[in-house]
Structure formats: structure tokens, C-alpha cells
């Protein structure tokens, strides 16, 4: 694995074990807003490997993936996705329980970077005590645009000084110092950019390297995406995404040099910025190195899963609390509820980072007011030409399920009466959440049809291990679940013909024995949908049709944004937009589709529940601050039903072009893309993905 900050970690390393015994190198930062990516190193690198901690981990970790669907897959994806998924996560673990490290953020950091070369957002290990602890940033987030000649560059957003500014405060003037000569103070000139070189190499070199370590999304041209800014719509307004030059999960990088050609310059500036860390929204104070640990590495009472017949029963025994899961923070969706999480099962992407709380600057906002039957992640508007709806979709999820469920219906009904006879609905940035908002969604605009009723999503199946086996039938023999709590409890799911099961069923089986790169492997029967019928009646007759209908992001849609794009794609012809990809490559309208995601804390809240804890096969509770995702439910294809849609092609219609006047500007961008996708000429050719 090509580690490019190797040596400036050496480098830090070597300064930790000369420095004099005393030196505190988290007692140096504490209480610190901002530091260097240098000093947050050192603290976080003066933790020596607790061989009980790693062996525990890895054993976590290990017995976890039993219940994650795609492992086998991921040791060789098929076409067109084999050059970007190959990882063997067993022979990993197996790799790194014997390796030796320095620090225990170096083991971290080894076990960190082996799930993500996955590329899968569901399934990654993320430890509290290291990532996103502080987040490291730079004043000049970059986008890609496009001339008018067609060609297309790497330029610092037009927006960059006004975003910076404003979320950074005070600290700007950090990089308005680090500045050369006559830039100094002039940071607001980088505006609009041109990026001719990165540490002195073509800008997609660095794009290039991120996309080896970003993880998240299986395609390149999605992890190409990912170093650029962009926008999200949250519960709460726009929010503004860094992307993955400008803001990282790990203080490793200290600094960039940038060749630049400034708006309206004739001169190419040299300037070399330096990151600047800053402590996470979730990290906990600390005064030094030993309430660093016991405040941001040990276990807490919600890393664990618990016995949900304990809970109800006795109070004195393990407690949960009411916060979201731990997991929570990571999931790129609006904060949810345990108990709404937990009623509506989820889809949905994982990152290292959390949700971006920074605000897109308010001229860059939809101007016009969003109808008001708008709600939370989900934002209806009229173009211009009165004649085209736009359904913001910044998530599947927002805090009450019921009044999200409304609002996308009551949204349709408006637009509608107000004359759209055409829709464009953008999932930038949509990483997923409830799957039955993305069956609802489907079904609602689609209506009545052999593809939305029963089923408007992915027939799935689960992964039939024999704990997972064991898990079942403690439920279905020994009825040890009599309030049906538990996922694996049969009366929740539905088989091949949407039946659902009795509770006497025991549901896996028949298992299906499959071989998977050279792996036996074991899965449940084929189920069926689990959505319908939905709590709210969906009107018979579509909103729209399939052919005035299209799907717009930047590729960043997940889970179910990728069940609800699938479905609308694949079954109904829906077209669908990528903007902002590079021509070159490929460009994916969705990826990461998963079924149902989940993580290890949910799973062991199974296994305890069925007091299944001591069997040799479960996991031990984690003694580190560590969350585990996992995909627990596959999706079927819809082009080969008998594959996982997983590692199907999802190919864009349209890769669209930003330019400086359209970048980052929703509105702007709905404008553009409507007049060019439901014009009535024929899309220019040069819009047109050739692949
Ligand atoms: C953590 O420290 C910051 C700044 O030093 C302070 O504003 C904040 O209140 C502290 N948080 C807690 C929970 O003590
Ligand atoms: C992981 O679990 C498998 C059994 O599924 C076992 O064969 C293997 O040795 C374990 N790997 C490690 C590193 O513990
Ligand atoms: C660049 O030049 C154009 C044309 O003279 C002008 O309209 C624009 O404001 C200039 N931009 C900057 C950032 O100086
Ligand atoms: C964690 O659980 C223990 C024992 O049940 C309890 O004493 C403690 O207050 C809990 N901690 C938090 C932060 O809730
Ligand atoms: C939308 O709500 C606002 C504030 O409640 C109200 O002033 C406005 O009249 C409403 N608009 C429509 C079209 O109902
Ligand atoms: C759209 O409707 C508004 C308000 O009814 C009207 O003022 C405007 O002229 C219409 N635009 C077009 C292009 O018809
Ligand atoms: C959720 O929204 C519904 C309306 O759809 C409302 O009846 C209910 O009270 C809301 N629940 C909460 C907890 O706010
Ligand atoms: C689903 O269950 C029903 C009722 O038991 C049964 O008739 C049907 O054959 C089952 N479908 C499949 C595909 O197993
Ligand atoms: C599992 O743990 C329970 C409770 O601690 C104990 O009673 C039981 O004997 C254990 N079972 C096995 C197989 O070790």
C-alpha cells in the first residue's frame, strides 16, 4: 500500500521517542481548538500497542464480518467493478494481527485503510479515539470545471474565501499570513483559481491518490468526485462539503503547494499552505494523555449491544441510553432515533467524517422560497418555466419518519396542481436511510405498476452463517423473542413471493450454498419486500411519467438513494445525471447499494438478546471506542436477478459539465440541466457518456 505521508510520520515518530520521557505531547494541546496536523499526530501517536486491545478488535471485528453479506464478493468484483474492489478482508486480519506497530494509531490506521480499500460505505471500521478526533482543513476547497471549449480544469471554488471565512473565523488569518510575499493577506484572490499543479504533479495525480484511500463508493469517477466540494440538503438548511482535498479524516498531511493561475492573472503563483486541524465535533476534552484515553478510546456504555429482555426487565443491569447509536455520528444522513432506527430498517453510507455542519454561503442557496410542503431533507421547488418540479432529496432519513412519508406526497400533489408536468429530483450527496422512504418514493411517482406493487425495491437476502442460524432458532424454537425486537426474528420479513413468515418459520432456509471466488459461502432464501402495504394509501396514478422524469447528483448517492435510482432507472427508464464529472472516466449515477445495513453493536444486541454472547462464534464486547459497519442484507439485480445489484453497472445518461457560474449552485444547476434534458432537440452528443 502506498502510504505518501509515510515519512512525515516517521518523522513525527522519531521526534516522539527522542523527545525527553516527561513530555506530554496531548498535555501540549489540550484544550486547544486548532492545532497543526504535526501536534495532533504526536498525541495521537504516544499510545503504544495494548496487545489485549488489538487481539480484542481484531476478534470483534473478525467474528462481525461473518454477518456482513459481501465479503467472499470483495476478494474479486466482477466487471465493472474488478480493478476497483479485490480486497480479502480475512487474509487482511490475519496480516495485521501478527504485524507489529508503533503506535496504536498506526494499527489503527492499517485496519482503517484495509476496509476502506473496499469501497464499500457500509462496511468500515471507525475508532472514535482516532478519526475525525480532529479534523483536518484547508481554506481552498477545489472543484472541476469545464470551458466553454470543452476542456476541463481544476480550479479553487469561486466560493472558497466566503465558506472559509466564515466557517473558520479567526483562524484565517493563519493562511492569510502563510501566504508568500505580495499574496500575503490576499487569500480571497485564490478565488476561481486555476489549479495548474499539486506538489508540483498534475492535480489528478492527487485526485487519483484519494481515490485509492477514500473508500465509500466502489466506482472511480464517484471517488474521483469526492475530492471536490459540493452541496448536501440537511434537516436543517444547505450545507456545504469540503470534499476530500480540503477537509481530512487524519491529521497526516501538513502541507500543499499549489501552482495557481489566478481570475485575471497572467502570472502563475507558487503558494504552499499548510492544514490545520481542528478537534471534532465528538471528541471529548482532555487535560493530557491519560484523559485523552479514558475520554476518547475506551468503550462507553453504547459501544456494546445489550440484552433487550435485561433492559425491559431490570434496570440496574446494563443501560442504554437514548442517544442515537454510536454509529450514528458517521451515518450520512440526519441524526435519527434508536427507536425510529430501529422500527424502520436503514440503508445507508458511512463515512469517517461526519455530516458536514458547514453552511453554504446563503447567495449560493435556492432563492426562491421552497413550497411548503417541504420538509427537513426534502425541498420542493418550481424552475422558472413553470413547468419543472425539483424534489431536493438530501437524505432517506429525517427525525419523523411519518411526517417525511406525508411530505413527499403532499410535495407531488403541489407541484402538480401548480402545472409541473416534468421532475427533477436531486440526491446529491443522498447517502441513504430509510429503505421504505425509497420504496415509497419509487412508488409513489411511478404509481400503480407490476414494478411498485408489491415490491418497488430490491428482493435481498441475508448472509446464513452458523451463529446467524443459531440466532434464528433460539428465536423460532426456544421463542425467545416474544416482543419481536430482533431483526432476526422471522415475522419482520417476507419470502421470494412477499408471504411474510410465521413466527414458527425458521426463515433462512432453505439456505442457498454457494461458491464465491473459490469461497463456500451460505445465504437465506430470497425475501421479499417488507415496505408495503405502506401506512399512508399512495394515490393509483403516477405524478409523472418515467420519461419527464429525471434523477440528478454528483454520483454521491447511496444505499437507498441507490435503491430508489436503481428501481427508477433500471424498471421505469428514468434518466439519470451525474454533473461535475471528469469526461474521461465513467461515470456512475449510484453505488453502494447494499439492502439493509447495519453494525456490530445492533448485531450483538441480537446475539445477547438470545443469550447466544458465550457461544465461541460471537464476538466479545469491545473494550476500545470503536464502531463497526456492516451491509446484513444483499440486494438482488434487476438486469441479473440471480447477482447481487451490488457489482452491477449503474452507468449515468449524462455526464453534465459545471462552470464557474454554475458550480455548487443548485438552482443554477436545475436550470441548466432541465433545459438541456427536457428540451425537446436531442441531447447534444457531447453530453452523452460514450461508454
Ligand atoms: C470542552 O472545551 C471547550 C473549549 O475548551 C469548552 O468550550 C467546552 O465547554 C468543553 N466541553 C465540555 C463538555 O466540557
Ligand atoms: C477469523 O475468523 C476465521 C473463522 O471465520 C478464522 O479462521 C480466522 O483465523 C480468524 N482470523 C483472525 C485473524 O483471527
Ligand atoms: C476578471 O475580468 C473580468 C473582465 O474584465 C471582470 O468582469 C471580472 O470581474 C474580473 N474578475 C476578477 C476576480 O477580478
Ligand atoms: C454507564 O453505565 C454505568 C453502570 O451502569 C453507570 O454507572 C454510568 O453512569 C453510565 N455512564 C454514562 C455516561 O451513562
Ligand atoms: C407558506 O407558509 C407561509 C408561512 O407559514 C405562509 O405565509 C404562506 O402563505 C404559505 N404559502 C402558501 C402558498 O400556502
Ligand atoms: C410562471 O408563473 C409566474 C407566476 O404565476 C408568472 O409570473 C411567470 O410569468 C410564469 N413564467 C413563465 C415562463 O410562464
Ligand atoms: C410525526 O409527524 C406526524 C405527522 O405526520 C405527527 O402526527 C406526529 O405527532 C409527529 N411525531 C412527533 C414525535 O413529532
Ligand atoms: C411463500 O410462502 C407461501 C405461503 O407459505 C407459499 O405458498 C409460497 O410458495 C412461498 N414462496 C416461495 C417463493 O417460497
Ligand atoms: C453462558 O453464560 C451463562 C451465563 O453466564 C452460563 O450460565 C452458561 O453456562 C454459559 N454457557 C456456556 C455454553 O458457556
Not at 504516544?46 to 487481539?55: A, Q, R, T
Not at 477545489?142 to 470543452?150: I, N
Not at 456545504?240 to 479524516?249: E, I
Not at 499548510?274 to 471528541?283: C, E, L, N, T, V
Amino acid at each position: 500500500m502506498v502510504f505518501p505521508l509515510g515519512i512525515i510520520l516517521l518523522a513525527a515518530l522519531a521526534a516522539a521517542n527522542t523527545a525527553p520521557a516527561p513530555l506530554d505531547y496531548c498535555a501540549a494541546i489540550a484544550g486547544k481548538q486548532w492545532v497543526s496536523p504535526l501536534e495532533a499526530r504526536s498525541c495521537m501517536h504516544s499510545f503504544p500497542v495494548d496487545p489485549v486491545v488489538k487481539e480484542n478488535i481484531i476478534e470483534v471485528v473478525n467474528k462481525t464480518i461473518a454477518m456482513h453479506t459481501s465479503v467472499n464478493y470483495q476478494i474479486q468484483a466482477p466487471k465493472p467493478f474488478d480493478k476497483d474492489v479485490h480486497e480479502d478482508l480475512h487474509k487482511d486480519l490475519a496480516r495485521i494481527s501478527q504485524q507489529e506497530y508503533q503506535s496504536e494509531f498506526q494499527f489503527h490506521l492499517d485496519l482503517f485503510q484495509t476496509f476502506r480499500r473496499l469501497n464499500d460505505g457500509h462496511c468500515v471500521v471507525i475508532n472514535y479515539c482516532y478519526d475525525s478526533l480532529y479534523i483536518s482543513y484547508l481554506p481552498t476547497p477545489l472543484v472541476l470545471l469545464t470551458a466553454s471549449d470543452g476542456q476541463q480544469n481544476v480550479h479553487i471554488a469561486p466560493e472558497a474565501f466566503t465558506v472559509a471565512s466564515a466557517e473558520f473565523g479567526d483562524e484565517i488569518k493563519f493562511w492569510q499570513n502563510a501566504l508568500p510575499g505580495k499574496l500575503q493577506g490576499q487569500l480571497e484572490t485564490l478565488n476561481g483559481a486555476q489549479v495548474i499543479a499539486i506538489n508540483d504533479q498534475d492535480p489528478f495525480v492527487a485526485v487519483d491518490a484519494n481515490a485509492l484511500v477514500t473508500g465509500g463508493y466502489q466506482s472511480l469517477g464517484t471517488r474521483q468526485n469526492s475530492f471536490f466540494s459540493s452541496y448536501y440538503r440537511g434537516a436543517n438548511g444547505w450545507s456545504y462539503q469540503m470534499g476530500n482535498f480540503a477537509q481530512q479524516v487524519h491529521p497526516l498531511t501538513d502541507v500543499v503547494k499549489l501552482t495557481i493561475q489566478r481570475v485575471n492573472s497572467t502570472t502563475i503563483d507558487i503558494v504552499t499552505l499548510p492544514y490545520r486541524s481542528r478537534f471534532g465535533r465528538a471528541s471529548k476534552n482532555f487535560t493530557d494523555s491519560a484523559s485523552y484515553r479514558a475520554n476518547n478510546c475506551l468503550a462507553t456504555n453504547d459501544t456494546n449491544g445489550v440484552d433487550m429482555y435485561a433492559v425491559s426487565h431490570s434496570a440496574s443491569t446494563q443501560q442504554h441510553s437514548e442517544e442515537p447509536l454510536p454509529i450514528a455520528y458517521f451515518q450520512q444522513q440526519p441524526p435519527v432515533s434508536r427507536k425510529e432506527a430501529r422500527r424502520h430498517p436503514m440503508n445507508v453510507l458511512v463515512d469517517a467524517l461526519p455530516l458536514s455542519d458547514i453552511d453554504l454561503p446563503t447567495i449560493m442557496q435556492p432563492s426562491e422560497p421552497a413550497l411548503n410542503e417541504s420538509y427537513s431533507v426534502a425541498q420542493f421547488y418550481m424552475l422558472s418555466d413553470n413547468t419543472t418540479g425539483v424534489l431536493a432529496l438530501g437524505s432517506f432519513s429525517a427525525a419523523n419518519f411519518s411526517a417525511f412519508q406525508h411530505s413527499l406526497l403532499d410535495g407531488l400533489v403541489k407541484l402538480q396542481s401548480l402545472g409541473a408536468t416534468q421532475l427533477l429530483v436531486d440526491v446529491t450527496n443522498n447517502g441513504g436511510g430509510y429503505i421504505c422512504i425509497a420504496h415509497w418514493l419509487h412508488r409513489i411517482i411511478i404509481g400503480s405498476r407490476s414494478t411498485t406493487e408489491p415490491q418497488a425495491g430490491l428482493d435481498t437476502t441475508t448472509r446464513a452463517g452458523p451463529l446467524a442460524q443459531l440466532i434464528v432458532q433460539k428465536i423460532v424454537k426456544d421463542g425467545m423473542d416474544p416482543d419481536t425486537l430482533l431483526y432476526y426474528n422471522p415475522t419482520q420479513w417476507t419470502n421470494a413471493s412477499n408471504i411474510p413468515f410465521t413466527a414458527e418459520t425458521e426463515w433462512l432456509k432453505p439456505l442457498q450454498e454457494v461458491t464465491i471466488n473459490g469461497h463456500d459461502d451460505v445465504f437465506s432464501q430470497r425475501l421479499g419486500q417488507e415496505c408495503q402495504p405502506f401506512d399512508v394509501e399512495p394515490p393509483r396514478k403516477a405524478f409523472f411519467k418515467a420519461k419527464d422524469v429525471v434523477i440528478i447528483s454528483n454520483g454521491r448517492c447511496a444505499s437507498s438513494c441507490s435503491l430508489f435510482s436503481i428501481t427508477m432507472s433500471k424498471l421505469e427508464g428514468v434518466r439519470t445525471v451525474v454533473v461535475g464529472g471528469k469526461k474521461s472516466t465513467p461515470q456512475q449515477y449510484c453505488g453502494i447499494v447494499g439492502g439493509q445495513s447495519t453494525d456490530f453493536s445492533t448485531i450483538d444486541t441480537e446475539i445477547k438478546s438470545v443469550h447466544l454472547k458465550n457461544h465461541t462464534l460471537s464476538p466479545p464486547d469491545l473494550l476500545a471506542n470503536l464502531v463497526q459497519g456492516i451491509t446484513w442484507r444483499l440486494g438482488y439485480g434487476i438486469n441479473d436477478p440471480t447477482e447481487p445489484e451490488e457489482w452491477q453497472d449503474h452507468p449515468a445518461d449524462v455526464n453534465f459539465p459545471l462552470t464557474a457560474e454554475t458550480v455548487n449552485k443548485p438552482f443554477a444547476i436545475w436550470e441548466a440541466v432541465s433545459k438541456e434534458v427536457f428540451s425537446a432537440a436531442i441531447t447534444p452528443p457531447l453530453l452523452v457518456q460514450s461508454q
